[in-house]
């Protein structure tokens, strides 16, 4: 069974450009979570989602950023604009179920940098 | 609301010597907790979490971490550290708002000192 896969494990932009990460979740999961690492910081959470449906976006920022998880298809999470404060690591994970005691498993992550 | 606080964002041990890793939760609920590390440049793996079935939990690569209500505690340890356990590591506690998204704590850097 393989695990959260993402896509590109690292991407450049420059300011002005969009970004889009993308998350395959670990099969049979229909619960996907993302997390940006900021540069020697922890995680913090940005959305989770469930097939075709965002349940949580309290922690992305208003402007610039949108995720999405089709019927068909890997989660996107998408940048528009980058600006050089978005370098970092986004982290997608997934779980089986919905529930406090459910384990969530972590992908590679995706490296941005906006120069 | 939740929240989970790691002291000491370096910790250096000898290789041999004993690992502590320390985390505090602040949860108005019974917490489930979580200890995760990160080798670098790589994803996140689950070391071990406290589902409410027994205080001391035991993980994988010889970590154990034992939670402590009175204490708000689930610090991590492991008796003789290897050049290997050389990671970041981070103690999350799950949201009970009904998203069960992560909160983290802010991570421990482990060095190992030969």
């Known amino acids: 069974n393989a695990g959260v896969m993402q896509n590109p494990r690292h991407l450049v932009r420059r300011r002005g450009q969009e970004a889009r990460l993308r998350c395959s979740p670990m099969k049979g999961h229909s619960h996907v979570y993302w997390y940006r690492q900021l540069p020697e910081e922890g995680l913090k959470f940005m959305v989770y989602l469930q097939k075709e449906n965002i349940i949580d976006e309290s922690g992305m920022p208003k402007e610039r950023f949108s995720a999405e998880f089709p019927k068909e298809g890997p989660s996107i999470l998408r940048i528009q604009q980058v600006v050089r404060g978005d370098s970092a690591a986004y982290f997608c994970?997934?779980?089986?179920?919905?529930?406090?005691?459910?384990?969530?498993?972590f992908g590679p992550g995706t490296r941005l940098t906006v120069l | 609301a939740q929240s989970v606080t790691q002291l000491g964002s370096h910790v250096s041990v000898s290789e041999g010597a004993l690992v502590l890793l320390r985390c505090n939760y602040s949860s108005s609920v019974p917490p489930y907790l979580f200890w995760y590390v990160q080798y670098p440049n790589q994803g996140l793996q689950l070391l071990l979490k406290?589902?409410?079935?027994?205080?001391l939990v035991k993980g994988i690569n010889g970590f154990e971490a034992e939670f402590k209500k009175s204490e708000t505690s689930f610090h991590l340890t492991k008796p003789s550290a290897h050049m290997s356990d050389a990671a970041e590591y981070f103690c999350?506690?799950?949201?009970?708002?009904?998203?069960?998204?992560?909160?983290f704590g802010t991570g421990t850097r482990l060095k190992v000192l030969a």
């Open positions: 999350a506690v799950t949201d009970t708002s009904g998203t069960y998204k992560y909160i």
């Open positions: 994970a997934s779980s089986p179920l919905a529930g406090s005691d459910n384990e969530q498993f």
């Open positions: 406290y589902t409410s079935a027994a205080t």
